[in-house]
């Protein structure tokens, strides 16, 4: 097993870092040591700006910075080599020679990321979230719930993220350390817990969750919970410490955590590659290898994004046990590819009462048939086919984005009738994750949230920068920063306090009331 760094950091680049820590504090990038053959382009994300500026006016031009760089160890090229191998494993099964290649970065390619919206609409028809497959009409909430979201179901399982098995080890939990400590001015009451999940059927693999809870001490009963899909504590301090920037990033006013305590709510940590890891090495380890005896994948198998989600509901189960939390009041929170494992948790758990799906792009919120940013070929690609079932391959090889019998907008639908806040940046910055392709989305997904009572964006028009659509239960605002959630935290926790309540705080005279 390799530690989280090593797989971090094995294909690291300016996009790549901001992915992971939700700013994108690298204009100049990072250029890993010419050891190895680069990899993929195709699969290189754009660099993003800063999100907590706005991108400079030019200036008279001066000498660019050298780019720091990264040279990967022996340990992390093979995790590489070993992903690419079984990428090409899972071809070889669908028959394929070779793949559309992704968009790229470098605006001179003549495969360059597409920025402009005229040239977007290249399928211009979306698959109706509302006909039935043998072509009729969905016409009342039964329908939906016994015979059209089941249909929709059955097609993300088998050509976009894998089916989750039927019989999936259980999971106990325990609780590591419990400490009275302070975040900020609020006192809070911090546990860390491991979720072990059963491995007798493979000891050979070992997977344990790791998960932490902070709820205000001072709360007189159960309290709703934010939930993040992030990075491990000791992950972010090496981050920190090999980049500095982060570190500067993250002292920048109020943290999500403070404003969420600031609301009387708890929240938890959740760290998805403690259940599967993030390459496709990791295929036969984790979760899915536990489970496939350490073999691998079936076309229609499961992936990470799917594996995150499931872990994601094994951390509910938890806090379902847990007296400090009200779990009918539990929200999901989740950045760029979290973002995706984010939505995919909210559409396949109905336990979940509202999710904040951040920059989730490609494979998340973000249209597939919308060419814009990042692409089916760059999911498809070696570096990122492993969140995904191997059958979505398909769509960058024979076939297209317009073949898709579904698209994001229908798994925005499965959410439904719950509140999900769907946020992206400018495109200056986060146009790799396409604002207006998840827009678009958003709005497809309206008519299913009005079939069942509930109320839609309000548009079909894209709004202006920084306008926030949070009055229907689907809501969207894009903000002005780069590839980072940090902006639309304040408008997620403003939609999400119409469905939260949080319990009364004791106080000084609640306390003598109480004679204590």
Known sequence: MVNDSSKFFLAISSRALSVVVGVAMLPAGLALKAQTPPANPATTPAPQTTPSTQVAPATTATPAAPRPTFTPTPEMLAIQAASERDHQRAMDELGIKALRPGAESDAKSPRAANYDESKANVYPKLPDPLVLNNGKRVTTARMWWTQRRPQIVELFDREIYGRTPANLPKVTWEVVSTTQEKNGDVPVVTKKLTGHVDNSAGPKITVNIDLTLTTPANAVGPVPVIMELGFSKEFMAELMKRFPQVAQQATQ????????????????????????????????????????????????????????????????????????????????????????????????????????????????????????????????????????????????????????????????????????????????????????????????????????????????EFPPMETALIDGDVAFRQHAGGHTPGPNWPTFLAFASRYLQAPAMKTASTDASHGQ
């Open 253 to 460: 006013g109020p943290t999500w955590q403070q404003q969420v305590l600031a609301k009387g709510w708890g929240y938890a940590e959740y760290i998805p590659t403690t259940v599967q890891p993030d390459n496709g090495a990791g295929l036969t380890e984790g979760i899915i290898g536990l489970v496939n005896k350490g073999q691998p994948r079936k076309l229609d198998d499961w992936g990470a994004l799917k594996a995150w989600g499931w872990g994601a509901s094994r951390a509910l189960d938890y806090l379902e046990t847990d007296k400090a939390v009200d779990a009918k009041q539990v929200g999901l929170e989740g950045h760029s590819r979290y973002g995706k494992a984010t939505l995919v948790a909210m559409a396949y758990d109905p336990r979940f009462a509202v999710g904040y799906v951040s920059s989730s792009g490609e494979g998340g919120a973000k249209l597939y048939r919308h060419i814009f940013g990042e692409q089916i070929g760059n999911v498809a690609g070696a570096q990122e086919y492993h969140w995904m079932a191997e059958n979505f391959l398909k769509y960058a090889g024979p076939l297209t984005p317009g073949d898709l019998p579904v698209d994001a907008h229908e798994l925005i639908a499965l959410c439904a009738p719950r509140p999900v806040f769907i946020s992206g940046g400018a495109t200056e910055g986060d146009g790799w994750a396409d604002a207006k392709g998840m827009f678009l989305a958003a709005a497809g997904a309206g008519p299913v949230y009005r079939l069942l009572g509930k109320k839609d964006m309000g548009t079909m």
